[in-house]
């Protein structure tokens, strides 16, 4: 007899709550979309096991020309970034109760060379509660405080986007306020914790599983101003970075993250921005580069990196849009911790779509990419993908 899968749990959680959901309960609701991807390059940009047959894998994983065993053309068809969200809204005593549920198939287990299936991975889970004077809480996981999680994010057919970017999901609480100030705008300020972690020492002499929990979370605020033109953000985040030594001797290096971002719209132009620069904070930008490493003294030394992206979207009419975008990053070089040779130092990307909305509920969408690379020792890499999809957003 098979047993249960994770799918057959969500449905059933979703099934409770629908028939839980009366006349003076929350309002729940199910929504997601079916995404299927076609994706034509003339490298094999797939990520580990080839077998994982992975779509879109960034700019990361673009070979350098020495490596001939991925010198071979391919074509995929994915379904696995498909989603399903559950969002539930109440207001108690005035205060605006909302939360949500959020999974994907778009993991690296699974079978893609037989039955392809593939398991469902929790995205988001959170709460949120929002007061009438403007301050509002978060708990559970959504994307990081640092993240421009809504400011200045290209509409791409690729799911993993440009190279320069943020995006992490972070365990975290929040907390913030928003101040409507009329024709100006409205301001946000926000700020929280989130789960620090430490990932890629490379190291015999420290157990990876050390970096999954650091002694103190991190750090995180950001401010923003929103308005129906033109709108910004900045954050910071911060917090140390902590290893324990065969033999018990503690290395500690403080960890850093910036970014600034904005876009504005002039229909039927949007214009956008982003910059970032972050040492020792490699979980945050999706990554694309090492969080730290030891030297050969066994001393703790942090990575830095910097990145861009700029990009314009053109709206041909309100179903159709032409958008680009061009990213950069770049990590600076540490000879202590040997990252030099085939380690990647630069990373650039061009991605140029059009997208068209039709039948209400169905998108479809065709994009070139092309990604460039280089290591530390001059080896270059370039990939050229042709990319489609089409959605069905439930």
Do not use: C
Request: glycine share 10%; hydrophobic share 40%; proline share 4%.
């Amino acid at each position: 007899m098979r047993k249960p899968s994770l799918l057959f749990f969500v449905l059933a959680f979703v099934g409770v709550a629908l028939v839980a959901a009366g006349p003076a309960a929350a309002a729940v609701s199910v929504s997601g979309y079916v995404k299927l991807d076609v994706q034509y390059s003339d490298k094999i940009m797939v990520t580990g096991v080839p077998a994982s047959g992975a779509p879109s894998p960034g700019v990361a994983a673009t070979p350098l020309d020495t490596d001939k065993e991925r010198d071979n053309k391919q074509t995929i068809l994915d379904a696995r970034q498909s989603r399903i969200r559950v969002t539930f809204d109440d207001t108690v005593g005035g205060v605006k109760m909302s939360g949500r549920i959020e999974s994907d198939f778009y993991t690296g287990d699974g079978n893609a060379l037989t039955s392809n299936s593939r398991h469902l991975r929790l995205r988001h889970a959170f709460a949120r509660a929002d007061h009438p004077s403007g301050f509002f809480l978060l708990a559970g996981q959504f994307w990081s405080i640092w993240m421009n999680d809504t400011i200045a994010q290209p509409n791409l057919v690729d799911f993993t986007g440009p190279a320069g970017q943020a995006i992490a999901r972070q365990p975290q609480l929040r907390v913030g306020w928003r101040n409507p100030m009329g024709p100006m705008g409205t301001l946000v300020l926000e700020g929280g914790v989130e789960k620090h972690s430490v990932r890629d020492l490379g190291s015999a002499a420290v157990n990876e599983a050390q970096g999954e929990g650091q002694r103190t979370p991190l750090l995180v605020g950001k401010v923003s101003w929103l308005h129906s033109i033109f709108q910004a953000e900045s954050a910071l985040a911060v917090g140390n970075n902590t290893v324990v030594l065969a033999g018990g001797d503690d290395e500690t290096k403080s960890a850093w993250a910036f970014q600034v971002s904005a876009q504005a719209t002039i229909t039927p132009v949007t214009l956008f921005a982003h910059y970032q620069n972050q040492k020792g904070l490699g979980r945050l930008i999706n990554g694309d580069f090492l969080t730290a490493g030891l030297t050969a003294a066994n001393k703790l030394e942090n990575i830095e990196s910097q990145g861009f992206y700029v990009g314009a979207s053109f709206a041909l009419s309100p179903d159709t849009s032409i958008n680009a975008v061009l990213g950069w990053a770049k990590a600076d070089q540490d000879t202590s911790i040997g990252f030099t040779g085939a380690s990647l130092e630069k990373h650039q990307s061009i991605h140029v779509n059009i997208l068209q909305k039709f039948w209400k509920n169905w998108q479809a969408g065709v994009e070139y990419q092309r990604y460039n690379v280089e290591a530390f020792d001059g080896t270059e890499g370039d990939a050229n993908l042709l990319h489609g999809a089409i959605w069905y957003f439930f």
